[in-house]
């Protein structure tokens, strides 16, 4: 597994709560710090009190901090578990293929990172091509030109893996297929024109009789 691309992923799912524990550490040092200013200036006996109190923020600090260690491992855990299924997953779709399944993994995290899309949804979408029956040398650029093709959007990303995928099995795409990418916002019908010079009414019912083969899909 590439470890950049895990490291990554750790980062993701950390930050956000990470910085929540930062943000109560930073606030019990600053209630800490306001109470002693404000202790310091009153009689001797209440610095006993300022001192409690510091002491106090002192083992809060170092909870926050204990907690933020066991959430960290926790993640840390729960990713490499989970990644450890995606190779599986990989390798059993490319009939037990360990430097093939290693090498797509890595292609599509690299991928990943170049887009808004997140290791996950990019990772899901290449096994469902897979599962698909796509070859594992078309699976790349495939995601690219469709991740392309859904400017960034997550859920019109995996809608059009999904109807591409179904065309694929099918090895040709129907009405109802063609109009998915249609409404994504993909001018479908004006290629497909070109590419069998029919157009209009007669374009869509030489569709609705005969299909579109997948190659004309590509």
Request: charged content about 20%; proline content about 1%; glycine content about 12%.
């Amino acid at each position: 597994m590439n470890a950049v691309g895990w490291i990554y992923e750790l980062k993701d799912r950390i930050s956000g709560p990470l910085a929540g524990v930062r943000n109560a550490m930073q606030a019990t040092d600053n209630v800490a710090l306001k109470l002693d200013k404000d202790i310091s200036g009153i009689s001797g006996s209440t610095n006993i009190a300022g001192s409690a109190l510091r002491g106090f923020a002192a083992i809060a600090s170092t909870a926050f901090a204990g907690l933020s260690l066991g959430f960290i491992g926790k993640q840390i855990f729960d990713i490499g578990t989970a990644m450890e299924d995606v190779r599986m997953n990989y390798e059993t779709l490319l009939q037990g293929n360990t430097s093939a399944s290693n090498k797509l993994i890595e292609q599509l995290l690299d991928f990943g990172r170049a887009t808004k899309f997140s290791n996950q949804e990019v990772l899901d979408q290449g096994q469902s091509l897979l599962a698909f029956g796509v070859a594992g040398d078309k699976i790349l650029p495939t995601i690219k030109t469709i991740g392309d093709l859904s400017l960034g959007d997550s859920n019109k990303f995996k809608s059009l893996v999904d109807n591409y995928g179904k065309m694929f099995s099918a090895q040709r795409g129907n009405t109802m297929d063609i109009n998915q990418f249609a409404l994504a916002g993909i001018p479908i019908w004006k290629e497909l024109e070109k590419i069998t010079g029919l157009q209009g009414t007669a374009l869509r019912k030489y569709v609705e009789q005969n299909g579109v083969s997948i190659k004309q899909i590509d």
